[in-house]
Each structure stands twice: as C-alpha cells, then as structure tokens.
C-alpha cells in the first residue's frame, strides 16, 4: 500500500510541475508557486501519514475514512489550478488541460487497495473536467463532454472489483504466513525444551499427540502413549481427571507423578478444541516438568523456618509456637512458658578455636537442650549463641525453675570436639502467660529482661521475670540519655565497609556501618545501642543522621560507586520516610540509583504491606533495595515476587557452612537460583577465606564482602581503594 501511495504522489507532484510549465504565461507566477507549494506540502503529510498507520496498523484494516478524505482533498486542491485558469487559456491550453487532468486522475489506479479513495480521486477529477466543459463559453460535441464520464465510470468500477481482490487476497497471505511461522516457531521451542511439553486430546480425553520428552520423562516411548487416557499415563490422576470432564480452560494444575525415576512434579495447562459448530473436540496445551521448582522452594520454605546450623527452629519459628501455646493458655489450659538461654563464654572459644569448632559446639550444646527438655517443650536458635525453649502446659514457676537448673547443669559439663575440651556456661531468662503478660510482644520482652538481669547477677543462674527487673529499664533509661546526647554532640561516626565485584576485586560500593564511641564507655557496639534506640524511639532520629551524612560522604566518591545504609523496621515504616530519604539525597546531592537501602525480614513481621508500600514508594525514586541476612528469620518468600527487591545478601552463616557441609551449598544454590529468577543482584557476606571466595563466586554471586578484602574503614581511608585498580593490593598497602 505504501509503495503505491509513493508512486501516486509522485505521479500527482510530477503532474503540477507540468502544469506550472504550461501555465507559466497565462496565470500569475505567484499564484503558480503557491499552488504547486500546497500540492508538494500536502503529498508530503500523505505519505507521512500513510507511513505511519502502515507501522501501526501493519497489514489490518487501515482507517478508510482518514485515506479516502485525504485523497479527496488532494484532488480537490490538485484541480483548483486548472478550473481557474481553463475559461481564459487559448484552445490549444485548454486541450492540454484537460488532457493533463486525464491523466492525473488515471493516477487514482494507485489507489486501488482503498476503492473509496480512489472513486473519490477519480470522482473529483472528473468532476473538475465536467465544470471545465460546461462553463466555457465554447461549445463542445457531446461525445466529448461524456468521455470523462465513461472513462471515471468504467475505471472506478474496474479499480474497486480489483482493489478488493488483491487486498483481501494480500491480507489473507500475511495473516495465514505470520500464523505458520509462529505456529512452527512455538512448536519448534517446546519440542526442543527438556521440561515444556505438548499434548493434544479426542474427545474422550485420549492423547492424540504427545511430546517425546514426557516419554522421557515417564520412561516409556511416547508413541505408546498415544491412544491412552490423558490422566492414565500419570497414574489415574484424580484431580487431572476431574479437571477434564469439566471441558473448560485450565492453567498450571500441578499434581505429582510416580515414575521409574522416582516422583516427579507436573504443571499442566490446557484449552478445549471446538468445531465450527461448537462441539466439543478435545483439549490441546502444554505441560512442564516443576520438580527441581518445587524442591527448591520446598528448601527455601523449610530455611525461613529452621536454623541452617543446629536444624532447630529458628526465631520465627519459636515466635509462632509461643503464639500457639499462650492462645491455648489463654482458654484456660494452664501456663506458657518462655525460656531465653545465653551462652556464658563462648565467644572467647569462638574467637580462640575459629567459627568451626564455635560451631560444632553450638550444635552440641543443641543437642543437649533438646535432650533435657525431651516431652516438656520446643527448644529453638534464635541467633548466635542465643536459644529459647517454649513450654506449653508448664506447671508454674517452680517447674520452670527446675528444668531452668537442669539445663544449666547439663550445658555446663565439659565438652570434647575435636580432641579439644571447651566448656561453657549457660545464663536463662523467663517468664510465663498469662501470669507475667498477655500478649507475645510483651512475654518476650520481659523473658528478655530476665536473661539480662541473669548475666548481670553472675551468669550460669536462671532468673524469673519480676517487679525487680526495673533496673533494667533503669539501664536503658540511662542508655536513652546517652543516645540522646550522642546525637546532640555528635558523637557518632560512620565507617565503610567495600561492597567488591565478584568478577574481578573492583569496589562497587560501600555498606556504611555506625560506630559510637562514648566519652566514658568506650567503644559501643551497635548491637548494644540500636536496639535501645528502637525501643525508645530514637532510631529516627539516628537513622536520619545517618542517611544524611552516608549520602554526603557517597557524593565525593566516584559516580559508579554506590553507598548502602542498613534501615531499621520501625524507621522504615515511617510514612515520612520516603521524603526523609529524598531530602538527604538532595542535600548530599547525591543520584539516587547511588543509593541503596538495606532491609531484613522482620520488616515483614509487623505491617508487611505498609512495608511493601513504602519500598515501592522508595523504588519509584530511583533507589534501589537490598534484602540483607536473607533466610535467618522471617520468610519474606511471598513478597519476593513484587518486584520490590533489586538485591538479595546471603548471610555470612550460609557462606561459613558452604565451605563445609554439601548441604549448605544446596542451599546457597537455591538461594542464588531464586534470586536470579528475579533478576536480583547476589552479595556473599562475611568473606573471609580465598576458600569462600572462589565457592561464593563458583555459585554466581555478583558481589563480595567481608574481612576477605577489607574490615569496615573511615570515610577518609576509602579514597584509597579509588587510586589502585586492584583492591586487593590497594587495601593490603
């Protein structure tokens, strides 16, 4: 059609250049080049025009009305020349006139793929020779007056009978090939995929076509499988059968099947077939093997609620099983008790031995608390060297207090791993509902603030939660005031961490990590004052100055370096956090894809779609999103596909059993896989061996960090990584 819309353009400009060089002597030359102006404009929109909707619409139905009017007024402004100029020209002009409007609307053959543009075309230039005809003075024979007429008749006939065959019969080519070669395509894909697989039915749900690879997959030949019930190939699948019968579409039914190869996981879609009339046919669709899908998603789900090391419950985990049991307290089932267990000791043989032997003793000493509490509870990792045992059903304080001493008896005795012997000692906190709370948040608080009124008593005894515990918050009341004036005198500081390619040892950024070092106290660690500032509800406060001073620090660094900044759960959900971020990165002046934004799990615990929003909010801004200590609590695995996360940090923890247990590594593969499938960015934290390094690298994470290439720094000591292009040599220097 184009082409054509080219050719009659062409014809129709070429046309008017004619007819200024006839008219040249008999009209005013300024009238001439503003007449021959328009025709070029307005053949130069045409085609514009016409380019255009052939890009859009392709090879469907082009907007008949837009081309038949636009064919009408070219005509129209096409003849305005020589009807003006016929009555005063000379025979021999006149002769020619008419004779160039002949063949300008001969040029309507052009048109024939839209009839009614060129019946118009046709029609207008017929028209125009007619009126030419009738107003001169001149009296012409019959026979000539009529000629235009029969000659439009008989070409707009001609063109309209043609124009319909060759555009229905074009249309009908392309659409049927476009169809082919997409058909073959798709087919083409399945057939030669190792999971997806075709499959098509008769009416009575017989395969009457089957890819090979479920034969494969069965382990029989799939020319034997044709002619067989659909659902008896898979063992009588009830619910694939039952799906059938229902002769309506279906998607991704999954149903697992018995094979030579052990069980197998099917996802199967399907469409009915209809004849002309409307019957039923069959069904036609595709399947796909999901098996390693679900086995990874079956480890992912089991990692967010067991601790990766001992295999005991992790802090989620024991969260919901207290829930669980203080709910059936409070329907009068007796008491539920919480025990909070310390480890007295165990970072010096962490810090001595390394994180192996450390974590062979935490595992030993799982194994003994699991073995004392036998039938009276569930004993749980909540982190570090930290457990917790829940006890439905306890029988009062008292009870409490025995298994307490019994468990601190048996954690205490000597331990031998590895030729060595280590001992350690063990400190627990209690409380029980709904007798010292009624509600979880409260419980595990206050078991908490027992733990600690147990280590500060001399460690290796059990206390219970009572009124005398306010000298723990007497404690924190005094920390409030410092944090308080830390932020008033600026006291704080932040330190860098590198955030390294896993290709090659270039920093691509920083993890900015708060440092405190109190006028009396010393050093305080960030485990130490964070949580204070949480719950007192500084962490506002302190997570603004952060942000402000990590986006002006990231501002003097080179523009392909990022900075990290770790957000707490109640700082993010902060409905003023969003502007708060946007505000430090304009007064830093800092690019906001130079910014990201580390969050855990536990964001999710409390007001996971409130936390959702924001995270988009952020997002949409142009900051990227981190999910840090991926897999150590809270399962985050239904929001991982909201595409709010750009990267996922595997915790240090995984990194560490990697480099040990098999199983380990599984884990970190589906981690790695699931990310990917959400395109997200893979960090390894906590590097500390070339061991780890090259494993890390070997399972497809993007980026390192850890002691492997650097502790974290001050800000002025980072501008040396930026002036060598190996930050190895640059840190070791």
Partial sequence: MTDFMAYHAITVVFGAILAVTILSDAADPKLLFGWIGAVLVANWLSLTVTNR????????????????????????LWVAMPVMTFQGADPLLKITLLGLVLCVAAAGLALAAVPSAAFAWVGICTGAMMWMLWRDPFSYPLTLNMLPVLFAAVMVFGLFRLGQLVLNQSRTNLRLAEQNRSVTQLIEEYEHRGGAWLWETDQHHRLS??????????????????????????????????????????????????????????????????????????????????????????????????????????????????????????????????????????????????????????????GRLVNAVAGYGQVGRIGGDEFAVVLPNIDGRKAMEILAQRLIDVVSETYLIDQSQLDVGCSIGGAMGPSDGRTVEELLKRSDLALYHAKSDGRGIYRHFDLDLQKKIDHRLDMERALREALAEDQFELHYQPIVSAQKPQVVGFEALIRWDHPTRGRMSPAEFIPVAEEVGLIADIGAWVLRRACADAAAWPSHISVSVNVSPLQLLSSAFPNLVGDALAKGRLSPNRLELEVTESIFLTDGDGALKILKQLQMQG??????DFGTGYSSLGYLNKAIFNKLKIDRSFVREAGIKKEAVLIVQAIVALASSFNMTITAEGVETADELKLMRDLGCHQIQGYIYSKPMPFQKTFELFEKKDTRSAIAS
Avoid at 56 to 62: I, L, M
């Fill in 53 to 76: 909707l052939h890009e859009r619409a392709g090879t469907g139905t082009w907007p008949l009305t837009l081309v038949t009017g636009d064919a009408a007024f070219r005509a129209a």
């Fill in 209 to 366: 076509y089957v890819s090979p690879q479920i034969g494969m997959i069965l382990g029989q030949a799939s020319s034997t499988l044709v002619g067989q019930s659909f659902p008896a190939i898979f063992g009588g699948s009830l619910i694939l059968s039952s799906t059938l019968q229902k002769l309506a579409v279906f998607d991704k039914l999954e149903f697992e099947v018995a094979t030579k190869n052990g069980a197998r996981w099917m996802s199967v879609s399907g469409t009915p077939r209809l004849s002309r009339m409307g019957n039923f046919e069959g069904f036609r669709g595709i399947g796909l093997d999901i098996t390693e899908h679900k086995l990874s998603n079956d480890r992912l789900v089991n990692l967010a609620k067991i601790d990766s090391l001992t295999g005991l419950p992790n802090r989620t985990h024991i969260r919901q099983l207290f829930e669980e049991g203080l709910a059936q307290a409070e329907k009068g089932f007796g008491q539920c008790g919480m025990l909070f267990l310390d480890l007295d000791g165990f970072k010096p043989i962490n810090d001595t031995y390394g994180h192996s032997k450390g974590d062979a003793l935490l595992k030993a000493v799982a």
């Fill in 623 to 628: 900051i990227r999103i981190a999910l840090d």
